[in-house]
């Protein structure tokens, strides 16, 4: 079944420790979508990608970083000057640029501090 | 910039009941809305998409309307489940750039 795969499901991050959460499609979809959620808030956008080797900022982008290397794959890493990073984190996808099509998403990983 | 307003925060009905959830955006200018479902410590489903051009789209118990020019969509459940049980979120897609997502309505259905 295609879908959006995000591993690992639960991380746990140390003090000035940088770590990457993996997304994977195959649904064949051209952009893709990070997202943070936190309680009671909506999703902000952290990075996008509309196509391979290249990505945007979004509102909330310090603190991580992003590669896009294959059209399949785009990790998030979230780096040690991300001060405050427990959250949960969603993956998207969506079918050309997205113009009127539904943005699939992933399971989510939640990242806590140890 | 675009914000997108969900009002109530919270709402809990008995089963059966017919509800209406409420989703409200500042700038008109849009492509699609959409509404996704969200299960507690799950990823979001995509329920139901309203280009800019259409009035309404309906799915099963779920009916979905646009009014551009007012800002304004409303999520109609009819016959409300406990598996209805979830917190429903809006966003508004304005092109060629990312979604603008609401907070959510959390809402519990009470068997």
């Not at chain 1, 079944?1 to 639960?10: E, F």
């Amino acid at each position: 079944d295609g879908g959006i795969t995000q591993s690992p499901k639960y991380l746990f991050r140390k003090e000035g420790q940088n770590v990457t959460l993996s997304c994977e499609q195959n649904l064949n979809h051209d952009a893709m979508y990070w997202y943070r959620q936190d309680p009671g808030q909506g999703l902000r956008l952290i990075y996008y990608s509309q196509i391979v080797n290249d990505f945007q900022k979004g509102d909330i982008a310090e603190g991580y970083s992003v590669s896009r290397e294959k059209k399949e794959s785009f990790p998030l890493t979230v780096t040690s000057a991300q001060k405050n990073p427990t959250a949960f984190y969603l993956c998207a996808s969506v079918r050309g640029q997205g113009i009127n099509q539904p943005q699939h998403f992933g399971d989510g990983t939640r990242l806590s501090i140890l | 910039k675009q914000e997108v307003t969900q009002i109530p925060a919270a709402l809990s009905v008995p089963e059966g009941e017919n509800l209406v959830l409420n989703c409200s955006f500042t700038d008109s200018a849009i492509y699609n809305l959409q509404w996704f479902r969200q299960d507690p410590g799950k990823g979001l489903t995509s329920l139901l998409l309203i280009q800019s051009s259409q009035r309404e789209q309906t799915s099963g118990r779920l009916n979905a309307s646009l009014d551009k020019s007012s800002g304004r969509s409303t999520l109609y459940i009819a016959a409300s489940q406990p598996g209805d049980s979830a917190t429903y979120l809006c966003a508004v897609n304005a092109g060629n750039t990312p979604l603008v997502f609401g907070k959510g309505t959390r809402l519990s259905v009470i068997a």
